[in-house]
């Protein structure tokens, strides 16, 4: 016997959280999918145990109807697939009535990046912002890590100290579904980063004399609920960085610095497949993206090595 059907939703993401090990983004991703799923099904009057095919489909048109990006629609449906495949393996369903439809798919679009010359000015520009000098050393750290690494902004502002100690040339980061990878820290990056260290232990060890107060185990200590910087704060910072540094802050965000890391290996003939271990990415078809750059490399390799191509 099926549960309720708001049940279904947080058992289903109970077990994504504790079993698949899913991070919190993406449980919480889940949860804002299926709960406008769950409002949809009950204007209906129809039951998850009961759904068909053609009751997800019309949903989909509704959401198309909505205007919702096919990027969205395709990430509901993939919430709702995942969540009727654990129906079945509950023996809630027999079967998986979302598993054969098509989704539209995601817009294939060239990812934003930025030029070397506007990163420079980026790392130089950030040693400049912030209140304190505690500040401005931290937020150079933050954006050497991030460009010499590739992080998402999560994993950076919420690494351990524990990763950064002995003056590391790797650094072990914890990426989506606890998957844990290595990445090297450029020289630029590991003497920011030792210089944040000193700065941080620092302010530790005042705070401790003072309040008692415990030491953080993270890297960018916050007084957040996390107890780290949080991503918001990050992306606040980095358009105050942009600001600084003369590059326009609507192109800026910590994603976009992902996006050059990735690209400007490329440039500089790294292999593809190390990109893909770097970045995290599970799969291939995602590190895909960056072909176009390959393909400007390949391009310019033929114009300027085959004798055809030649005047």
Not at 38 to 60: C, K, N, P, V
Not at 75 to 80: A, E, K, T, V, Y
Not at 176 to 187: A, F, Q
Not at 193 to 218: G, N
Request: charged residues 25%.
């Amino acid at each position: 016997m099926s549960p309720p059907d708001a049940r279904w939703i947080s058992t289903f993401l109970e077990a994504e959280a504790a079993e698949a090990g899913a991070a919190r983004n993406t449980v919480l991703s889940y949860g804002r999918d299926l709960a406008d799923f769950l409002s949809f099904t009950q204007s209906r009057g129809l039951a998850l145990a009961d759904l068909t095919r053609a009751d997800i489909e019309a949903y989909l048109i509704r959401c198309e109807a909505e205007g919702l990006a096919k990027s969205t629609r395709a990430r509901r449906l993939c919430s709702i697939r995942q969540l009727y495949r654990f129906a079945y393996e509950e023996g809630w369903r027999a079967d998986n009535p979302a598993l054969r439809i098509a989704g539209p798919g995601k817009a294939q679009r060239l990812p934003k990046t930025l030029a070397i010359e506007e990163v420079d000015a980026l790392l130089e520009a950030a040693g400049t912002v912030g209140r304190t000098e505690a500040d401005q050393i931290r937020n150079r750290c933050l954006m050497e890590l991030l460009y010499a690494t590739g992080m998402r902004v999560s994993e950076l502002v919420s690494l351990p100290v524990a990763a950064a100690r002995g003056n590391p040339q790797m650094l072990l980061v914890r990426g989506k579904g606890s998957k844990e990878r290595m990445v090297p820290l450029s020289p630029p990056a590991r003497e920011a980063l030792a210089a944040w260290l000193k700065t941080r232990d620092a302010a530790e060890e005042e705070a401790r004399l003072k309040r008692r107060a415990t030491p953080s185990r993270f890297l960018f200590p916050s007084g957040s609920k996390e107890g780290f910087m949080p991503r918001q704060t990050f992306h606040a910072l980095i358009k105050d960085i942009a600001v600084a540094a003369n590059v326009s802050p609507a192109r800026v965000t910590p994603h976009v610095l992902r996006h050059a890391f990735a690209t400007h290996l490329l440039q500089g003939g790294a292999d593809l497949r190390a990109i893909q271990m770097l970045l995290g990415h599970a799969d291939l078809s995602t590190t895909e993206i960056y072909t176009h750059v390959l393909e400007e490399r390949l391009r310019a390799l033929v114009l300027d090595h085959h004798p055809l191509a030649k005047p």
